[in-house]
């Protein structure tokens, strides 16, 4: 049966190492905070000024002027640092940044990635996402493996307005987990969700993958 989100933060988590300094984006990857392997000294950045995030609050515990780039409440810890979101950028664009785990609307089978918006809707912005594929060492994607309407979301190039080219290093859908060694090489099918088959995956993807 295909992961649940839950699931795919837990998955998601694993590719977390010791020491690293960590971008954790909107939607299913804010949950990889709740899932950082016990003992294991991640620091989590956050582009709005943060340095050193905490879980999510207990419900009736939130402080609503303490948030994530996400607009999503969040705890302190001790080692907590805040600062400006130049800062911020200049941590993300130096280089300093060891992983960020992002959300996506479409990925490509070269790693191209889409995820800031749908023509003709509604856009927020498009926050850090841009800085973010650009400027850190390895780039995370976790999403839904198909759209609401069944359609292929990994596909041979994607159709909406890019954030970024070649950048994906690692796909993780409800489906399968997709990696490659380097940005020049294809992606190779690396794991399954619990009942699903390869054959599965081939039916439900248009990309060309390994």
Known sequence: MPWTRDDLARRA???????????LG????????NFITPGMSVVLQSENGMLGMGPFPVEGEEDPD??????????ELAMSSYFSSSDSFGMIRGGHI??????ALEVAENGDLANW?????????MGGAMDLVA????????????????????????DLPLTGANCVDMLITDLAVFERPDRKSPFRLLELAPG??????????AAKFV
Do not use: W
């Open 13 to 23: 988590a694993k590719e977390l190492r010791d020491g690293y300094y960590v971008n």
């Open 26 to 33: 909107i939607g299913i990857p804010t949950l990889v905070a």
């Open 66 to 75: 303490l948030i994530n780039a996400g607009k999503q409440t969040i705890t």
């Open 98 to 103: 060891n992983l960020s785990v992002l959300g």
């Open 117 to 125: 918006m749908v023509p003709g809707k509604m856009v927020k912005g």
């Open 135 to 158: 400027g850190v060492r390895r780039v995370v994607v976790v999403m839904e493996h198909n759209s609401k309407d069944g359609a292929p979301k990994f596909k041979p190039r994607c």
């Open 196 to 205: 699903v088959s390869a054959d599965d995956v081939r039916a439900k993807t």
